[in-house]
């Protein structure tokens, strides 16, 4: 079993910094990943973490804003966020997988319905 726990998110205006942390217990798991939902929307994945390989991937909409880290001796993982717009706004979860296929990391990084472990969720909420 993993479980994960979410924290960092709050309020900041657009253009802002926030940096979200899960704590993650349990080592059944190849990959973490960061997905997103706004009110009235679909879960999205943000940002994917490969823990064997260590490489991420990112979302279009976050390329260059967004930053996935891992610190292993810690059992963290972070996003650190830069900046921010309002459509970035919404509920971000921390999950992790427990298998990857080979040679599908990169079509499946960000599909949720990979993903076996979900935290609770931390709302981040960027406005002008």
């Known amino acids: 079993q993993v479980r994960l726990v979410e924290s960092g998110g709050g309020s900041v205006q657009v253009g802002g910094s926030l940096r979200l942390s899960c704590t993650v217990s349990?080592?059944?798991?190849?990959?973490l990943g960061w997905f997103r939902q706004a009110p009235g929307k679909g879960r999205e994945g943000v940002a994917a973490?490969?823990?064997?390989?260590?490489?991420?991937l990112y979302a279009d909409s976050v390329k260059g804003r967004f930053t996935i880290s891992q610190d292993n001796a810690e059992n963290m993982l972070y996003l650190q966020m830069d900046s921010l717009k309002p459509e970035d706004s919404g509920n971000y979860y921390c999950?992790?997988?427990?298998?990857?296929?080979?040679?599908?990391?990169?079509?499946?990084?960000?599909?949720?319905?990979?993903?076996?472990?979900w935290g609770q969720g931390t709302q981040v909420t960027a406005s002008s």
């Open positions: 349990g080592h059944n798991y190849v990959a």
């Open positions: 999950a992790a997988r427990r298998s990857i296929r080979a040679g599908r990391w990169y079509a499946t990084a960000l599909d949720e319905h990979e993903y076996n472990y």
């Open positions: 973490f490969d823990t064997d390989v260590r490489r991420a």
